[in-house]
T-cell receptor, first 115, second 109 residues
Framework: DAMVIQNPRYQVTQFGKPVTLSCSQT?????MYWYQQKSSQAPKLLFH???????NEADTPDNFQSRRPNTSFCFLDIRSPGLGDAAMYLC??????????????FGAGSRLTVL | GQNIDQPTEMTATEGAIVQINCTYQ??????LFWYQQHAGEAPTFLSY??LDGLEEKGRFSSFLSRSKGYSYLLLKELQMKDSASYLC??????????WGAGTKLIIKP
């Protein structure tokens, strides 16, 4: 089945120790997104890629970086995780952000714990 | 600013009907989405409304009134597996998705 796969599902790191989360998709969608979601809060968009074009949200901290080496893969790098970065990180894909019925397909998420 | 309002939590009984409301104030409007999110899992798409009226999909229906900035998700014949958070999200004039914080629905036997 075509899908969005995130690894790892659970990541425990120490304060300040870099972390990389990965996302792969077999949907051949043009757009890939990284969201941060804390408990009982709305998902917060960190970045998105439209093909190779990178779009950083204005309030995304510099501590967060992203790479999309090809259409299928996208990575989220957290350079120096702080306690406030503990959250669920959701990867999503869609065909085209410029259309109305632009349904997002989400991966299962990577839950980050910072000790 | 842009804002989506939904109740934080609702409780309903198995077999009953529940209506989850969503009001929005956004810069323009290009459609409204409802997603279901079970605890610890990713959101999954339920419905999309761009025109006024009711869209029915099995046990779930979604209603939109653009003039009132209002939508609701109606769940009929509730089942225990419907216990989840329901997220309302609006596509604004720049095709940016504005998310609500979600409504946690608790189903009791």
């Amino acid at each position: 089945d075509a899908m969005v796969i995130q690894n790892p599902r659970y990541q425990v790191t120490q304060f300040g120790k870099p972390v990389t989360l990965s996302c792969s998709q077999t949907l051949n969608h043009n757009v890939m997104y990284w969201y941060q979601q804390k408990s009982s809060q709305a998902p917060k968009l960190l970045f998105h890629y439209y093909d190779k074009d990178f779009n950083n949200e204005a309030d995304t901290p510099d501590n967060f970086q992203s790479r999309r080496p090809n259409t299928s893969f996208c990575f989220l790098d957290i350079r120096s995780p702080g306690l406030g970065d503990a959250a669920m990180y959701l990867c999503a894909t869609s065909r085209d952000p410029g259309t109305g019925a632009n349904v997002l397909t989400f991966g299962a998420g990577s839950r980050l714990t910072v000790l | 600013g842009q804002n989506i309002d939904q109740p934080t939590e609702m409780t309903a009984t198995e077999g009953a009907i529940v209506q989850i409301n969503c009001t929005y104030q956004t810069s323009g409007f290009n459609g409204l989405f409802w997603y279901q999110q079970h605890a610890g899992e990713a959101p999954t798409f339920l419905s999309y409304n761009v025109l006024d009226g009711l869209e029915e999909k099995g046990r779930f229906s979604s209603f939109l009134s653009r003039s009132k900035g209002y939508s609701y998700l109606l769940l009929k014949e509730l089942q225990m597996k419907d216990s989840a958070s329901y997220l309302c999200a609006v596509l604004d004039s720049n095709y940016q998705l504005i998310w609500g914080a979600g409504t946690k629905l608790i189903i009791k036997p």
